[in-house]
């Protein structure tokens, strides 16, 4: 009897189904691979079942016997219809017979027998175990935090930078004659290229260059120019300069390598009601945004509502630029 066991486990590596004559067929139900949620995969499964109904001789069993002994089959039958005698005798006998890695069976009391499966892998699937990707989200580097003093010392430098600028000029008004007018406009000059918000024209601004400015300021202005309508020129320019370099919160729904998924998820983000929603293009990746603020604290209030109000973009983070 071990030897049919051996048979029937070598065909079931190869064939779906082994039928022992006169007394049923072994069966492999495969289940395909399958996804849990949105990153995690399962591998295909087997699960093998006796079917006693199927007792025809398809000569699968036989052949195995013919080809591993070399033996007519006339006498590969006669091993089978012997190793079934066996079988059916153990199970009066002992109630119970183990099949090796098939599985065993049990007799109940109405004389009936019932199959009870062991863990059963065909080779093709063997060694695949369940796999869990990372959403590209979960990739992205995450941004060193600055801490609210870190943040100040630029403009704690700007600040100082202007103030220093200012006593100077004062001091030179003091100096040099009243009636030239070219002090005056070099003083509202400087104090709107200094920019006391942060403009990138302070890292250009040091002791040595401002006085070169002056001089160089002095050669081209006529003295007669009037003062005020020039500090009104000029201040427009700098709260304009400093506008532009307010930094911008973007809430970021999904980062795509792919320009047509990023424009799959353009167009759902319009279905939702996000009509200011756009993309930005960094070099191997393309960002896409549902909205984009000023303020950080209604980017981070508008995405928490996001998360709440919108299952699909749980995912949704901030960045900042």
Same mark, same amino acid.
């Given at each position: 009897?071990?030897?049919?066991?051996?048979?029937?486990?070598?065909?079931?590596?190869?064939?779906?189904?082994?039928?022992?004559? +006169?007394?049923? +067929?072994?069966?492999?139900?495969?289940?395909?691979?399958?996804?849990?949620?949105?990153?995690?995969?399962?591998?295909?499964?087997?699960?093998?079942?006796?079917?006693?109904?199927?007792?025809?001789?398809?000569?699968?069993?036989?052949?195995?016997?013919?080809?591993?002994?070399?033996?007519?089959?006339?006498?590969?039958?006669?091993?089978?219809?012997?190793?079934?005698?066996?079988?059916? @005798?153990?199970?009066?006998?002992?109630?119970?017979? /183990?099949? +090796?890695?098939? $599985?065993?069976?049990?007799?109940?009391?109405?004389?009936?027998?019932?199959?009870?499966?062991?863990?059963?892998?065909?080779? /093709?699937?063997?060694?695949?175990?369940?796999?869990?990707?990372?959403?590209? =989200?979960?990739?992205?580097?995450?941004?060193?935090?600055?801490?609210?003093?870190?943040?100040?010392?630029?403009?704690?430098?700007?600040?100082?930078?202007?103030?220093?600028?200012?006593?100077?000029?004062?001091?030179?008004?003091?100096?040099?004659?009243?009636?030239? @007018?070219?002090?005056?406009?070099?003083?509202?000059?400087?104090?709107?290229?200094?920019?006391?918000?942060?403009?990138?024209?302070?890292?250009?601004?040091? $002791?040595?260059?401002?006085?070169? +400015?002056?001089?160089?300021?002095?050669?081209?202005?006529?003295?007669?120019?009037?003062?005020?309508?020039?500090?009104?020129?000029?201040?427009?320019?700098?709260?304009?300069?400093?506008?532009?370099?307010?930094?911008?919160?973007?809430?970021?729904? $999904?980062?795509?390598?792919?320009?047509?998924?990023?424009?799959?998820?353009?167009?759902?983000?319009?279905?939702?009601?996000?009509?200011?929603?756009?993309?930005? =293009?960094?070099?191997?990746?393309?960002?896409?945004?549902?909205?984009?603020?000023?303020?950080?604290?209604?980017?981070?209030?508008?995405?928490?509502? =996001?998360?709440?109000?919108?299952?699909?973009?749980?995912?949704?983070?901030?960045?900042?630029?």
């Amino acid at each position: 009897m071990n030897e049919l066991v051996s048979h029937i486990e070598f065909l079931l590596h190869d064939h779906n189904c082994v039928i022992i004559p +006169g007394f049923g +067929g072994f069966v492999v139900n495969t289940s395909p691979a399958r996804r849990d949620g949105i990153s995690t995969f399962f591998p295909p499964s087997c699960e093998l079942v006796f079917n006693r109904d199927l007792t025809h001789n398809d000569g699968l069993l036989a052949q195995s016997y013919m080809k591993s002994e070399e033996i007519p089959f006339e006498a590969a039958m006669t091993k089978i219809e012997l190793a079934v005698e066996e079988l059916k @005798r153990r199970l009066r006998d002992d109630r119970q017979v /183990v099949l +090796g890695d098939l $599985g065993q069976f049990i007799m109940n009391d109405d004389k009936r027998f019932v199959y009870k499966p062991s863990h059963f892998v065909q080779p /093709v699937f063997f060694g695949l175990s369940k796999a869990a990707l990372k959403p590209l =989200i979960q990739m992205q580097s995450h941004a060193v935090k600055v801490s609210p003093k870190e943040e100040r010392q630029p403009r704690y430098r700007s600040i100082g930078i202007a103030a220093a600028a200012a006593s100077i000029l004062l001091l030179m008004m003091f100096l040099l004659p009243v009636g030239d @007018r070219t002090i005056v406009r070099q003083s509202a000059q400087i104090l709107s290229e200094t920019d006391l918000f942060g403009s990138p024209f302070q890292r250009n601004i040091t $002791g040595g260059n401002v006085s070169e +400015g002056v001089v160089a300021e002095v050669a081209v202005v006529s003295t007669t120019e009037n003062i005020q309508p020039e500090l009104a020129a000029q201040t427009p320019v700098a709260v304009a300069a400093a506008d532009e370099d307010q930094p911008r919160y973007y809430i970021i729904v $999904g980062v795509y390598k792919v320009k047509e998924v990023a424009e799959k998820m353009m167009a759902n983000l319009l279905e939702n009601g996000f009509s200011d929603r756009g993309w930005m =293009i960094r070099p191997g990746r393309i960002d896409v945004y549902a909205l984009s603020f000023a303020d950080r604290e209604d980017a981070q209030s508008t995405l928490r509502k =996001i998360h709440k109000e919108y299952p699909d973009y749980r995912d949704a983070w901030i960045l900042k630029r």
